[in-house]
T-cell receptor, first 115, second 115 residues
């Protein structure tokens, strides 16, 4: 079965700082990778996804993520964060195992951006 | 607009009482999922269903039950056997593979508390 780890529980940045949130997964087979964001009081929304092709994927709101297969990583980046990026970020993996089409989520990283 | 509707938004349970959380989707998605979200633990899968009248246990199914009598509905019952039910419950749905590997879409969640 696959698992997902996220490096930081809580990240605090000032506006305009650069962001990188780590995500590592364990699974030897083919994976699809996702980053979801949960703004305070809102439902989870898809930020970006990787299925195949270019390992650098761009998502909404200026976010991007790079899939490094050799490192089993899918880190999320943004060059300059804004106060409105304050949210919880979840990395997720979708791979075929006994659960079929199931997703496995990481524990989440809370991002606080100070104005 | 298509989407996933969870109700109620807040729910209180007395000791020894069963409660049912509603999840309805009008996206014509095949698969539906229930997750439990606890602080610092991310999302953990309770049950999922890929087809009507069929469902599978997730990682933490004990104390919960589900049904899938209709494609658009996947209610979750939190039984009295669930000793620590206080959590945020999220319902999700997605198309199954065949049209590309699709991301999950989430409802707004139900927050369950014990009286």
């Amino acid at each position: 079965a696959q698992s997902v780890s996220q490096h930081n529980h809580h990240v605090i940045l000032s506006e305009a700082a650069s962001l990188e949130l780590g995500c590592n997964y364990s699974y030897g087979g083919t994976v699809n990778l996702f980053w979801y964001v949960q703004y305070p009081g809102q439902h989870l929304q898809l930020l970006l996804k990787y299925f195949s092709g270019d390992p650098l994927v761009k998502g909404i709101k200026g976010f991007e993520a790079e899939f490094i297969k050799s490192k089993f990583s899918f880190n999320l980046r943004k060059p300059s964060v804004q106060w409105s990026d304050t949210a919880e970020y979840f990395c997720a993996v979708n791979a075929k195992d006994n659960y079929g089409q199931n997703f496995v989520f990481g524990p989440g990283t809370r991002l606080s951006v100070l104005p | 607009d298509g989407g996933i509707t969870q109700s109620p938004k807040y729910l209180f349970r007395k000791e020894g009482q069963n409660v049912t959380l509603s999840c309805e989707q009008n996206l014509n998605h095949d698969a539906m999922y229930w997750y439990r979200q606890d602080p610092g633990q991310g999302l953990r899968l309770i049950y999922y269903s890929q087809i009507v009248n069929d469902f599978q246990k997730g990682d933490i199914a004990e104390g919960y039950s589900v049904s899938r009598e209709k494609k658009e509905s996947f209610p979750l019952t939190v039984t009295s056997a669930q000793k620590n039910p206080t959590a945020f419950y999220l319902c999700a749905s997605k198309f199954l593979e065949g049209v590309g590997n699709q991301p999950q879409h989430f409802g707004d969640g139900t927050r369950l508390s014990i009286l």
